[in-house]
């Protein structure tokens, strides 16, 4: 494939709120039920989708007081929850940059603080062709966003292989026309890439 499009969250760079929330909790069982409930995909999704993240917080905070406190960190502590890059993958992109890959980058993240993450992180540096779900108000799976990716760059599908960590999303990118690969690991990745 000539153009590789990269997920960023769990991807490119890690993303743990579990960890911010078992300390929290002090229960890890607790932290994920939270993840799964109160501050949900759905939830998520909105902000990801361009809503103001303050006034989404504020809003569920109304809606459940009683996690007034939990659902603060995600405002409060968004920056401790991005730990570090993905290991092996500045050097999967290097590699495929070498050998002559166009690289892009689809992924469903808050305007809000994109720009603060890319800034921190070089490897969203190595990346210069992206689209921010945030930007456009619309979210993976949703097919239009790949749209953008593929109208803005003027990308034929079939010459793209799409990796992202969440299958609904790489089930998508089958479905436009593209090699879709759930991913595992850098290792992994390579081995599915022939790199």
């Not at 109160?38 to 006034?55: F, K, L, P, S, Y």
């Not at 730990?83 to 993240?109: A, F, K, S």
Request: net charge negative; glycine share 6%; aromatic share 10%.
């Amino acid at each position: 494939m000539r153009n590789i499009i990269f997920d960023f969250g769990n991807v490119l760079v890690q993303w743990h709120p579990e960890q911010i929330y078992t300390a929290h909790f002090g229960d890890e069982a607790k932290a994920w039920w939270f993840l799964r409930h109160v501050t949900d995909a759905t939830w998520r999704n909105r902000i990801d989708a361009g809503e103001n993240q303050d006034a989404c917080i504020n809003e569920l905070k109304a809606r459940q007081p009683e996690y007034a406190d939990a659902i603060e960190l995600y405002r409060s502590h968004w920056r401790d929850m991005l730990t570090d890059e993905v290991p092996g993958m500045r050097e999967v992109i290097t590699d495929l940059q070498n050998t002559g890959h166009e690289i892009y980058g689809l992924t469903n993240w808050s305007m809000e603080t994109f720009p603060e993450a890319r800034e921190r992180f070089g490897i969203l540096q190595m990346i210069d062709r992206y689209v921010v779900s945030g930007a456009e108000r619309l979210v993976k799976p949703d097919h239009r966003l790949f749209q953008v990716l593929l109208d803005r760059y003027h990308l034929n599908a079939k010459e793209c292989a799409f990796i992202d960590d969440n299958p609904d999303n790489v089930q998508t990118a089958k479905e436009m026309g593209m090699q879709g690969i759930v991913f595992t690991g850098a290792e992994d990745l390579r081995k599915a890439l022939k790199i």
